[in-house]
């Protein structure tokens, strides 16, 4: 009863329509946002791509500033500091860290043998410092794995967008070529070219990248395959553009997201496959020094020189996962299926 009295007492003067105010109607309440800025800003979200970014920077400083900042080489030996466990001012002086300069059995090898300096990541058999040697090893697999991953995006994008482009029989003869070299397995063409030619970065790299670009040739084909048929593409050859402009400014462009997706992926698999060369042997050549060779010699040692092995296992093993993490997080932050 209470309630339709409430009701009765409502005038319907009260309920009239407010005036329509077209200026607020057009007004934009948020700026706009090109296809980049709402990429990065859905990349930023993503706090374990933004953690593989961090890492990926203060690893690259480092690959960078501590050999130059040492007062030693990667090449500079003292047998008589062979083999010294890691040690570290302040950190010392926590004895559950293995920084105190002790080995295996507590001894401390520092005070043994009377050594004064400190060797942050220890020496190795021959006595050169395994800190200086971790860096550089990791600016040598910085470097081979974005070169190889620079080639690979050239031959890649050229190759693919030519094959998807023209299409029929140079598409047929092109994809033959291709499914030619994936057929040879990858590891025997890199042992046989490493083989023959003299191991070292150059050669590391062009062994990778014989078979590496046709991931990237076979991505860029199928997007310019679904491409080259849409209507901007048909106006711009209707208007007499010549087929490099229609590949290059605006097929291309248009499939930049797959090609960035894909070369972050082949950087972390290049270093791998570094890695793997040099620690089977077939990699880097003494005095020089990459993440695998380190690894590789220090595997000699494991079981009463860990350091010597885990050290450099922990920077590569870092490298890599921040490389995938980051290509994730650009996967998702480029994919228009994840926006909401």
Request: a positive charge.
């Given at each position: ?43 930023r ?14 690893l ?7 050999p ?31 920084f ?12 043994q043998?009377?050594v004064k300096?400190?060797?942050w ?17 990791t ?76 991931t ?17 593409v ?23 997201g ?11 698999s ?10 089977i042997?077939l990699g ?11 690894v ?10 860990p ?24 996967r ?9």
């Amino acid at each position: 009863m209470m309630a339709k009295q409430q009701y009765e007492q409502l005038s319907p003067e009260w309920f009239q329509p407010a005036p329509p105010n077209v200026g607020e109607q057009e007004k934009i309440n948020r700026p706009s946002l090109t296809f980049w800025q709402d990429a990065w800003l859905r990349l930023r979200e993503n706090k374990a791509a933004i953690v593989g970014l961090v890492m990926i920077i203060i690893l690259a400083l480092m690959a960078i500033i501590a050999p130059m900042a040492s007062n030693r080489t990667y090449k500079d030996q003292n047998l008589r500091h062979a083999k010294l466990p890691p040690k570290i001012p302040v950190l010392e002086h926590i004895h559950w860290l293995p920084f105190d300069g002790r080995d295996a059995n507590g001894v401390d090898v520092y005070k043994q043998r009377g050594v004064k300096e400190y060797y942050w990541f220890g020496t190795d058999d021959l006595g050169r410092d395994l800190w200086v040697r971790t860096w550089y090893g990791t600016r040598i697999s910085l470097y081979i794995g974005l070169l190889a991953a620079l080639i690979d995006l050239l031959i890649g994008i050229a190759y693919g967008g030519i094959s998807g482009y023209y299409g029929g029989r140079v598409d047929n003869v092109m994809q033959r070529i291709i499914e030619i070299l994936n057929g040879i397995p990858y590891l025997i063409m890199v042992i046989l070219f490493i083989l023959i030619f003299e191991p070292g970065i150059i050669s590391i790299t062009l062994a990778m990248v014989i078979t590496g670009w046709t991931t990237m040739a076979r991505i860029v084909r199928g997007q310019v395959l679904k491409l080259k048929n849409m209507e901007y593409v048909l106006a711009a050859r209707t208007l007499g553009a010549p087929t490099s402009r229609l590949i290059f400014k605006h097929l291309i462009p248009n499939v930049i997201g797959p090609i960035i997706i894909t070369t972050m992926f082949t950087i972390p698999s290049a270093i791998f496959t570094e890695a793997f060369l040099s620690f089977i042997g077939l990699g880097i050549r003494p005095p020089e020094a990459s993440l695998g060779s380190l690894v590789n010699d220090g595997y000699k040692s494991i079981q009463t020189y860990p350091h010597l092995m885990i050290i450099p296992a922990v920077v590569i093993s870092l490298l890599i996962l921040s490389f995938n993490l980051v290509a994730d997080g650009i996967r998702d932050a480029l994919d228009p299926k994840m926006r909401k």
